[in-house]
């Protein structure tokens, strides 16, 4: 029998398996997510057997927006403008096929600035500009608060890395927050940066602190798991001590690594340079790393993988050397870990 096969088989009985777990056992479970990725396509139930299958009781969909400049104050969404899986009507398709298979959802919308400039640097130039981001970001969030609430998501997050707005323009979210909740009854977060996150001010207005993971733990080229444990208890007391200031759990919004050699230096980095070496390995030791150190932590609400692509049989493989798990040695890392 094939792969693709016995993995769709083990899906059925993963989702068989889950609708019937008592709800007391799923108010304790873990988020175990993926962060599905945007595709020109609608999803369908093809396309979220893998999902199950790998374990993921949660996946994250992303609808994009795009600003032209980090300083421009408005953005743009819509199915006109937008890949057919990534607008409005593709994101409600897609969390009702994740539901429909026993997965919840988190709707996460996020700014794509032209030229790939990281979100961190959006800062208008005026006042007025500053007003108009503000009246155009919230009517784009609220778009999907309020198909999060028609379809039942059980999460929304609500910005991503945008380090200079949560600085300088703090209550442009504390009011956001406030229109959220007037529309949404689901929970609510925000995902900010890994070296940034402790210094946003309305936690206490979410249900999660979240943090897309990306911690540096090791300089070394090929470090053991146990050195890796070593660069984790660096930041073990921050959580702990950030979830108890706010009462609120911590999230990893985002979280993953690449299968290159030192990975876990930079876990950030995303782009293709010359001399990069695959190593599915390094992947590995740094995520069983990473589940042994964080993810039975009391404090910790659990995460989303970064990143899943829908299209599984042809996704990631041993030639792949970018975030996906997908066809490596890491996807069994993820799956012992998701259906434990």
């Not at 290159?260 to 293709?272: L, M, N, Q």
Request: charged fraction near 25%.
């Amino acid at each position: 029998m094939k792969a693709v096969q016995l993995k769709n088989l083990l899906g059925v009985f993963l989702l068989v398996l889950s609708n019937n777990l008592s709800a007391q056992d799923s108010i304790k479970a873990k988020i175990n997510g993926l962060s599905m990725v945007s595709q020109r396509f609608i999803l369908d139930s093809v396309h979220v057997l893998p999902v199950v299958e790998v374990g993921a009781n949660y996946a994250a969909v992303i609808p994009y927006c795009f600003m032209p400049k980090k300083d421009s104050s408005v953005v743009y969404f819509g199915d006109n403008n937008q890949w057919q899986g990534e607008g409005p009507s593709g994101t409600r398709i897609a969390v009702r096929e994740l539901h429909s298979q026993g997965v919840k959802t988190m709707i996460k919308p996020q700014i794509w600035v032209g030229h790939g400039i990281f979100t961190g640097e959006i800062e208008m130039k005026s006042e007025v500009d500053w007003s108009n981001f503000e009246k155009n970001y919230a009517a784009y969030i609220l778009a999907f608060a309020k198909i999060a609430e028609e379809e039942g998501s059980a999460m929304l997050c609500i910005g991503t890395e945008m380090m200079l707005v949560v600085k300088n323009r703090p209550e442009i979210f504390t009011r956001l927050i406030k229109q959220v909740r007037e529309v949404y009854e689901g929970e609510v977060t925000y995902a900010e940066n890994w070296d940034c996150f402790e210094k946003v001010q309305f936690w206490d207005a979410l249900d999660y602190i979240g943090v897309d993971a990306y911690f540096p733990i090791s300089t070394s080229r090929n470090p053991s798991v146990k050195k890796l444990d070593k660069g984790w208890a660096n930041y073990l007391p921050m959580f702990d001590s950030l979830s108890t200031a706010f009462g609120k759990k911590i999230l990893f919004t985002e979280y993953g690594y690449r299968s290159i050699k030192k990975c876990v230096a930079t876990p950030w980095k995303y782009d293709r340079l010359k001399g990069q070496k695959i190593d599915e390995r390094c992947q590995v030791k740094a995520l069983t790393s990473l589940y042994k150190n964080v993810w039975d932590k009391d404090y910790f609400a659990g995460g989303f993988l970064w990143k899943w692509h829908p299209k599984d049989e042809i996704a990631g493989g041993e030639n792949n050397s970018m975030f996906t798990v997908q066809n490596k040695l890491a996807e069994e890392t993820v799956r012992m870990q998701y259906i434990k």
